[in-house]
């Protein structure tokens, strides 16, 4: 198992963090170091005052991937949990690990808009069909599937399943 970036993208509470804190804690408990990079905890940090501007996004997405990338060249996993909802920015990131030699894994949670607005644990899909929040990927800024990610997980699995999926695909084996 090749230490890689495991890149988690998806709508807003579409489960990104529930399935990088599940991927992050087998790839643990196997021995792996592992790094977890959170959309909202970023925002606290490297991308504190960045906001959600198509320049800002794409902003965001390259200190991560500066920071995923630290974290693999050190030989560990870096697992990102972050809405990137641009392509060209997911590319970006692609191309960048490339460039550099290192293993680079997309996985889409592809949960439908009305699942993570039934969801909404932090009310935003609530407060942007009131009016009072603009700007929120699914509502009125846009969200690009990815076009070839190496996973995609569904609702219909739970973390458990979809972390196990991942971690297969970056070629763990499970039952050893």
């Not at 794409?58 to 909802?85: C, D, H, I, K, Y």
């Amino acid at each position: 198992m090749n230490p890689a970036t495991v890149w988690v993208t998806g709508l807003p509470a579409a489960g990104k963090t529930t399935l990088a804190d599940a991927v992050a804690g087998i790839l643990g408990r196997a021995g792996a170091p592992v790094e977890v990079f959170d959309g909202d905890a970023l925002r606290r940090g490297p991308s504190r005052g960045l906001g959600f501007s198509r320049e800002d996004r794409a902003t965001q997405a390259a200190r991560v991937a500066g920071l995923a990338a630290e974290v693999v060249e050190a030989g560990g996993f870096a697992v990102v949990a972050l809405v990137s909802p641009y392509r060209e920015d997911r590319e970006a990131v692609r191309l960048a690990h490339a460039d550099y030699g290192l293993a680079f894994f997309e996985v889409w949670m592809a949960t439908p808009l009305a699942e993570c607005e039934a969801r909404d644990p932090k009310g935003l899909y609530a407060r942007a069909r009131a009016g009072q929040l603009s700007g929120l990927t699914g509502v009125d800024a846009p969200y690009e599937p990815p076009a070839d990610a190496e996973v995609v997980i569904g609702p219909e699995l739970t973390p458990d399943q979809g972390a196990r999926a991942v971690v297969s695909a970056l070629g763990f084996n499970l039952s050893a």
